[in-house]
């Protein structure tokens, strides 16, 4: 079957193909693959000082939806409590002062297993009132943990 001819120049007229999609299909998934690669060889994990202010913000919020069990995944052992006793605190602190909110996490010193920094955070019906707080963190199994109740 011959070709059709373009009545204006004579030539084959174009038909449509699949070529273009295909290419840039084969480009789209070779930019996906290699952003997938550069994500698992990519050796970077957070710094210890990065992994110590998720200890204190996942503890933070872990009061704050009294959750006793991610409390415990957060905080050292020596400083874990009952149930009872940190859950009644936290009540507590949220009845009077409100919510507490974090701020930032400052100062970080790491030595070994064991780090210090200082923990600023304010509480709901205080916005203005920062109060920054010395604290202390352990690396518990693999992980750093607070060493605070984080209930003041």
Not at 50 to 60: H, K, T, V
Not at 85 to 101: H, K, P, T, W
Not at 115 to 128: C, G, L, N, R
């Amino acid at each position: 079957m011959p070709a059709e001819s373009d009545p204006y120049t004579g030539r084959p007229s174009d038909r449509p193909t699949a070529a273009p999609f295909m290419a840039a299909l084969v480009l789209v998934v070779l930019i996906v693959i290699g952003i997938w690669l550069a994500n698992l060889f990519d050796g970077d994990e957070p710094t210890p000082e990065q992994q110590i202010g998720r200890a204190a913000a996942a503890q933070n919020d872990a009061l704050q939806r009294e959750s006793y069990e991610d409390f415990r995944a957060n905080t050292c052992r020596a400083d874990q409590g009952t149930e009872r006793d940190v859950l009644d605190r936290q009540r507590i602190s949220s009845a009077e002062q409100g919510a507490r909110f974090i701020d930032g996490v400052s100062g970080v010193v790491v030595q070994g297993d064991r780090a210090t920094a200082t923990v600023t955070y304010h509480f709901d019906k205080a916005e203005d009132d920062k109060i920054a707080v010395p604290t202390t963190f352990v690396r518990e199994d693999g992980a750093w943990k607070v060493c605070s109740t984080g209930s003041e």
